[in-house]
């Protein structure tokens, strides 16, 4: 696809707001590269790395990793694709990311995913995800065909031990106390878009309507 100028777009939202489903929609439409702190991260932990031993806690409590350790890890992850029109998943979380961040490279669109979260709580109950893909199921909503296991390659789904109740509750709290000023610090730029709905049906046709505005 010919393009005037590379799209370098950030995706946020509460954990489990279906910003992973949104973003994968996105990535597939649109061609770009999708760079997902959180996944990328959940490899290092299955390939047991350095990084992966030294975040594996931080993961399973449903806590935010250090912003020294983020930061130096996500820098390096973006001079990977810095020739790529990207989409950011789950990077910045925090204001002092999202400085780092700015001085790198500056972000054109900010999309901001608004999900109330009692409908997210309920969700992430039903949430099974493919681990090497990062595919995620809803029983009930976008159940896999076989239950427990990935629609294209068959294997095993599993339930992320920070979607549990308890860790869900926590990272919802921690989202709102250090991702809020976030959301200010790109409304203060004035490239934040707010979506609002409860599914990501709901959200899907406002964002797609949103960025072929922008004329990619
Ligand atoms: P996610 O898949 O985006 O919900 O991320 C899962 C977990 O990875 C989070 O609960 C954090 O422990 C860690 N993580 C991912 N991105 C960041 C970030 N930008 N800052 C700190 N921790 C992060």
């Given at each position: 696809?010919l393009?005037?100028k590379?799209?370098?777009?950030?995706?946020?939202g509460?954990?489990?707001?279906?910003?992973?489903?949104i973003?994968?929609?996105?990535?597939?439409?649109?061609?770009?590269e999708?760079?997902?702190?959180g996944?990328?991260?959940?490899?290092?932990?299955e390939?047991?790395?350095?990084?992966?031993?030294?975040?594996?806690?931080?993961?399973s409590?449903?806590?935010?990793?250090?912003?020294?350790?983020?930061?130096?890890?996500?820098?390096?992850?973006?001079?990977?694709?810095?020739?790529?029109?990207?989409?950011?998943?789950?990077?910045?979380?925090?204001?002092?990311?999202?400085?780092?961040?700015?001085?790198?490279?500056?972000?054109?669109?900010?999309?901001?995913?608004?999900?109330?979260?009692?409908?997210?709580?309920?969700?992430?109950?039903?949430?099974?995800?493919?681990?090497?893909s990062?595919?995620?199921?809803?029983i009930?909503?976008?159940?896999?065909?076989?239950?427990?296991?990935?629609?294209?390659?068959?294997?095993?789904?599993?339930?992320?031990?920070?979607?549990?109740?308890?860790?869900?509750?926590?990272?919802?709290?921690?989202?709102?106390?250090?991702?809020?000023?976030?959301?200010?610090?790109?409304?203060?730029?004035?490239?934040?878009?707010n979506?609002?709905?409860?599914?990501?049906?709901?959200?899907?046709p406002?964002?797609?309507?949103?960025?072929?505005?922008?004329?990619?």
């Amino acid at each position: 696809m010919l393009r005037s100028k590379l799209l370098k777009a950030l995706i946020l939202g509460a954990p489990a707001s279906g910003k992973g489903t949104i973003s994968t929609r996105i990535v597939k439409k649109y061609a770009i590269e999708h760079v997902s702190s959180g996944d990328k991260l959940r490899d290092h932990i299955e390939r047991k790395t350095d990084l992966g031993k030294e975040v594996q806690s931080y993961l399973s409590e449903g806590k935010l990793v250090p912003d020294d350790v983020i930061i130096k890890f996500m820098v390096a992850e973006l001079k990977k694709v810095e020739n790529q029109a990207w989409l950011l998943d789950g990077f910045p979380r925090t204001v002092t990311q999202a400085n780092a961040l700015w001085k790198l490279q500056p972000v054109d669109v900010v999309l901001n995913l608004v999900v109330p979260f009692d409908i997210i709580i309920d969700r992430v109950k039903n949430r099974w995800i493919h681990l090497s893909s990062g595919r995620v199921y809803n029983i009930g909503f976008n159940t896999p065909k076989v239950i427990g296991k990935d629609d294209v390659t068959g294997e095993d789904l599993i339930q992320r031990p920070d979607d549990k109740p308890d860790a869900v509750k926590k990272r919802l709290e921690i989202y709102d106390r250090m991702t809020r000023p976030v959301i200010d610090f790109y409304l203060e730029k004035g490239i934040l878009k707010n979506f609002e709905g409860k599914t990501s049906d709901e959200i899907w046709p406002k964002v797609t309507q949103y960025l072929d505005s922008l004329k990619l």
